[in-house]
């Protein structure tokens, strides 16, 4: 049996609906909400390839709690129950009573009480604290600059039994400022460091037990002399010692961009990709006992904000919905047509 055919277009002229125009209007107003909507998916796509948080490994929503340093100054802190071993040794083993690590605006951690001569970062060969040095410089903690939110500043996160980390968020560099003012073309960057207390899997990575990681991101000071590295009392491992390199590219662990004040011009050691970290892992002798640390430079895997699977999905919802009333306007057209 035929299909019934309704006067649906006599009836429709009748009230004046010029389905033509009406389809043509929406094929117009389509094309437009399509491209946005493919736009949204793009950037989403961007940022879904894109770690969110350059080298690090922690996000911003990961960091901790913000802690209150004065300038060139350092705080006291006893992580509960923090049992990372430095050196193959407790951290109390460095001349504390109890498990006091400093930590210290110029982008270090200290085993002992920093002295004056700590302010200005220095080789590690002559500097006899035991201190991690994720980027030892003058750090400063300028609030004023327009992409200064509210992850700005130096953070401190323990999750116990897993990790001790801190994070140098949005910070600048000394030379990025003129007259307590960023230079024009300077941008906050961060560094973060954390140690380990038992094997931990983040950003996609296994680590290890005393493993102690640190991750750079968006640093770009026209001159940088920033010292990168860990030391105890009697021995030290920088950026110079990462497997594979040739050593002397960065004495000390000192990594510059002014060759006119250290002779260095090195700072593309640092892995300053995205995905990249640089990696102290403990090495142990036949008899258990710490022998030195390996130093490498590890791909992590990033794990996207969740606003770039936001993004994705309104995109990919509006095509849906774009699609669908596309369909019902053509069948509608067509059914009054006839």
């Not at 040794?89 to 400093?102: A, D």
């Not at 600059?145 to 140098?168: C, D, K, M, N, R």
């Not at 011009?265 to 142990?284: H, Q, S, T």
């Amino acid at each position: 049996m035929d299909a019934p055919v309704f006067p649906c277009g006599e009836f429709g002229k009748s009230k004046g609906v010029n389905f033509e125009m009406e389809r043509l209007r929406y094929d117009g107003a389509g094309v437009g909400a399509r491209t946005l909507a493919i736009m949204l998916m793009a950037v989403a796509v961007a940022l879904l390839n894109t770690n969110a948080h350059g080298g690090l490994i922690l996000g911003p929503n990961q960091l901790g709690t913000k802690q209150t340093i004065s300038k060139n100054g350092a705080i006291e802190i006893n992580p509960s129950g923090f049992k990372g071993l430095f050196f193959g040794q407790n951290v109390s083993s460095f001349g504390q009573n109890n498990s006091s690590i400093w930590l210290a605006e110029n982008g270090y951690m200290s085993l002992t009480a920093p002295s004056g001569s700590d302010v200005i970062s220095q080789s590690l060969a002559a500097n006899t604290t035991p201190l991690i040095a994720n980027f030892w410089d003058d750090i400063s903690l300028f609030t004023g600059s327009p992409e200064v939110g509210s992850h700005h500043g130096i953070f401190l996160s323990h999750q116990q039994g897993q990790y001790l980390a801190a994070t140098w968020s949005q910070v600048y560099l000394f030379n990025d400022l003129i007259g307590g003012e960023p230079i024009t073309s300077q941008r906050s960057g961060s560094f973060q460091t954390i140690w380990f207390e038992a094997d931990t899997n983040l950003a996609n990575f296994q680590f290890k037990k005393d493993d102690i990681a640190m991750g750079f991101s968006g640093l770009s000071a026209a001159s940088i002399d920033a010292t990168v590295g860990i030391r105890d009392k009697s021995q030290f491992f920088t950026i110079d010692d990462v497997t594979g390199r040739d050593r002397g590219l960065a004495p000390g662990g000192l990594i510059s961009t002014n060759p006119d004040n250290s002779g260095l011009d090195n700072a593309d050691l640092l892995p300053w990709a995205d995905d990249k970290i640089l990696l102290f892992r403990p090495e142990l002798d036949t008899t258990g006992q710490f022998s030195h640390y390996r130093v490498s430079i590890e791909k992590i895997t990033a794990i996207p904000e969740p606003s770039s699977f936001v993004l994705f999905g309104a995109g990919a919802c509006f095509l849906w919905w774009l699609r669908r009333k596309g369909r019902r306007t053509r069948h509608a057209t067509l059914f009054a047509q006839k």
